[in-house]
Nanobody, 119 residues
Framework: QVQLVESGGGLVQPGGSLRLSCVAS????????MGWYRQAPGKQRELVAS???????NYADSVKGRFTISRDTAKNTVYLQMSSLKPWDTAVYLC?????????????WGQGTQVTVSS
C-alpha cells in the first residue's frame, strides 16, 4: 500500500499564502497522477489541482492564477502553493495518488490538512 501524509496547513489571513506538501511512502512501484482535493463543511469534495507523471498540471477554475501545483518525482512529493487566499478557500485539503505496484493498482488518500482563511 501507498501512504500519503500532508502538511503545511494552518490559519492565514485573506490575501496571504500557504504551501502544502504531500509525501508518499510505502511499497511504491510507480505513481501516475497526484492531486489535491478539498472539502468544506457541508460541501462536496472537489478537485483543486492535479499533476501527471509528466508534470502537466490541471486546475479548477476557481483557483487558476492563484494556486500552483508541482511535483518532485524523485522525492515522491507533491506541493500546492496557494496565494491570494480567500475565505472560501477554507477547507480540509487532501492529497491523492494513483499508483501501481506490480500487477496491483489503486488510489490512496492522505489524512487531510486544515486550511483556514480568516481575518
Amino acid at each position: 500500500q501507498v501512504q500519503l501524509v500532508e502538511s503545511g496547513g494552518g490559519l492565514v489571513q485573506p490575501g496571504g499564502s500557504l504551501r502544502l506538501s504531500c509525501v508518499a511512502s510505502g511499497r511504491i512501484g510507480s505513481i501516475n497522477a497526484m492531486g489535491w482535493y478539498r472539502q468544506a463543511p457541508g460541501k462536496q469534495r472537489e478537485l483543486v489541482a492535479s499533476v501527471t507523471s509528466g508534470g502537466t498540471p490541471n486546475y479548477a477554475d476557481s483557483v487558476k492564477g492563484r494556486f500552483t501545483i508541482s511535483r518532485d518525482t524523485a522525492k515522491n512529493t507533491v506541493y500546492l502553493q496557494m496565494s491570494s487566499l480567500k475565505p472560501w478557500d477554507t477547507a480540509v485539503y487532501l492529497c491523492n495518488a494513483e499508483w501501481r505496484v506490480g500487477l496491483h493498482y489503486g488510489s490512496s488518500w492522505g489524512q487531510g490538512t486544515q486550511v483556514t482563511v480568516s481575518s
